[in-house]
């Protein structure tokens, strides 16, 4: 079946405007994470949803960054007021119930001119 | 706070040679460790981990909680094997699937 899929793919964006990057995972899967991959460095974890409990949000790096999940379906991530040092690809992975394994998305690479 | 460290940025051999990419960690609890890996054009995906104890494409890798390593290794590297490999860390209780990343490592298996 499809695999977690995010859009756009690419965005590039002035400084200072706000960005909405979308991730739908795969159906079924009750956990989302949302990571930040600089480049050459690692992921770096952003935020997680669980089903219907709070998010886990202490990875966000600024209140500049926030998501809202759906249910168990589409979530956003918006950073406002982007910066350049907000440049990155920006990875959602999804996974079933009460297993490890995290399906990652394609990512969506985002470029703050 | 959870640390993983994967000292080599890249990694060449040659096929049909042993290979071995390098994870240590710093946690003081009892993690999980996982092998993640993307090969060219593709998802990073789950390549092992260490609960299982099972060989994936010819890849193993041991936990060693005394060196705090969990090394990945192939004793006859392929081609194919050509990828970026993520060493990751999940503390567990209430960090459950929250993934600590190393910085990855570049393998290339040349012909």
């Not at chain 2, 993307?38 to 994936?56: A, G, K, N, T, W």
Request: proline share 5%; charged share 20%.
């Amino acid at each position: 079946g499809a695999g977690v899929s995010q859009s756009p793919s690419n965005k590039v964006t002035e400084k200072g405007k706000d960005v909405e990057l979308r991730c739908d995972p795969i159906s079924g899967h009750t956990a989302l994470y949302w990571y930040r991959q600089r480049l050459g460095q690692g992921l770096e974890f952003l935020i997680y949803f669980q089903g219907n409990s709070a998010p886990d949000k202490s990875g966000l790096p600024s209140d500049r960054f926030s998501a809202e999940r759906t249910g168990e379906s589409v979530s956003t991530l918006t950073i406002q007021r982007t910066q350049q040092e907000d440049s990155a690809v920006y990875l959602c992975a999804s996974s079933p119930p009460g297993q490890y394994e995290q399906y990652f998305g394609p990512g969506t690479r985002l470029t703050v001119t | 706070a959870q640390r993983v460290t994967q000292p080599e940025k890249l990694l060449s051999v040659f096929k049909g040679a042993p290979v071995e990419l390098k994870c240590n960690y710093s946690y003081s609890g009892s993690p999980e460790l996982f092998w993640y890996v993307q090969y060219s054009r593709q998802r990073l995906q789950l390549l092992l981990r260490h609960i299982s104890r099972e060989s994936i494409k010819g890849f193993t890798a041991d936990l060693n909680k005394g060196e705090t390593s969990f090394h990945l290794k192939k004793p006859f590297a392929q081609e194919e094997d050509s990828a970026m490999y993520y060493c990751a860390l999940d503390a567990g209780g209430t960090s459950y699937g929250k993934l600590t990343f190393g910085q990855g490592t570049i393998l290339t298996v040349h012909p």
